[in-house]
């Protein structure tokens, strides 16, 4: 059954510091996701990305992130700068129309 | 935005035992998908269930869009089941989750 690759799986990074998590989505779908986990919580909604644009973000994604597919494969999220709030798990996701996701296993952000 | 309860919010069986978990949401949706979340955090896709009934194995699924609920059931419970099963629903691009139900089997 087809994927979505998260890496790193875990990354410790200090306060302050540039963070970019990598997803390859699934090669046939057109719409990719970027979700987060904070520990013992829901799952939030950050950002939709199709046709080379953001579609919709929330009010958490602010100028601090930021999505990118540089090649037609990988799709990035970007944190400039890195705050202790931003621990949590980021989950890539994509879809071949707007529904039915599936999801990547998730990195796993520590801010120290 | 759309909002979405799970119950119940814990849930202990015994090895072998039926259960079912709720999942109620506020406004009309084209997309409901329930996942389960391992211990090592992984979100599983386990349904896409905008309407209607599916069955995967031990796990079912009924979404009856018109009274905005679904029902996850797990028969004969393994212990392998346990974790979070989350119900996350949306319109076009965006997923809201609930709070999940935390199933623990015990053997």
């Known amino acids: 059954e087809p994927e979505v690759t998260q890496t790193p799986s875990h990354q410790v990074t200090q306060m302050g510091q540039e963070v970019i998590l990598r997803c390859v989505p699934i090669?046939?779908?057109?719409?990719f996701y970027w979700y987060r986990q904070i520990l013992g919580q829901k799952v939030e909604f950050l950002v939709s990305f199709y046709n080379n644009e953001i579609s919709e973000k929330s009010e958490i994604f602010d100028d601090q992130f930021s999505v990118e597919r540089p090649d037609g494969s990988n799709f990035t999220l970007k944190i400039r700068s890195t705050k202790l709030e931003d621990s949590a798990m980021y989950f890539c996701?994509?879809?071949?129309?707007?529904?039915?996701?599936?999801f990547g296993s998730g990195t796993r952000l520590t801010v120290v | 935005g759309i909002q979405v309860e799970q119950s119940p919010p814990d849930l202990i069986l015994q090895e072998g035992a039926n259960s079912t978990l709720r999942c109620n949401f506020s406004?009309?949706?084209?997309?409901l998908q329930w996942f389960h979340q391992n211990p090592w955090g992984q979100l599983i896709n386990l349904f896409y269930?905008?309407?209607g009934t599916k069955q995967n194995g031990r796990l079912s699924a009924t979404t009856v869009a018109t009274e905005r609920y679904s029902l996850l059931y797990i028969s004969s419970s393994q212990t392998t089941d346990s974790g979070v099963y989350f119900c996350?629903?949306?319109?076009?691009?965006?997923?809201?989750f609930g709070a999940g139900t935390t199933v623990t089997v015990r053997a």
């Open positions: 269930i905008p309407s």
């Open positions: 996701a994509s879809s071949g129309i707007p529904y039915g996701y599936t």
């Open positions: 406004d009309s949706v084209n997309n």
């Open positions: 996350a629903v949306g319109v076009d691009y965006k997923l809201s």
């Open positions: 090669s046939n779908h057109l719409y």
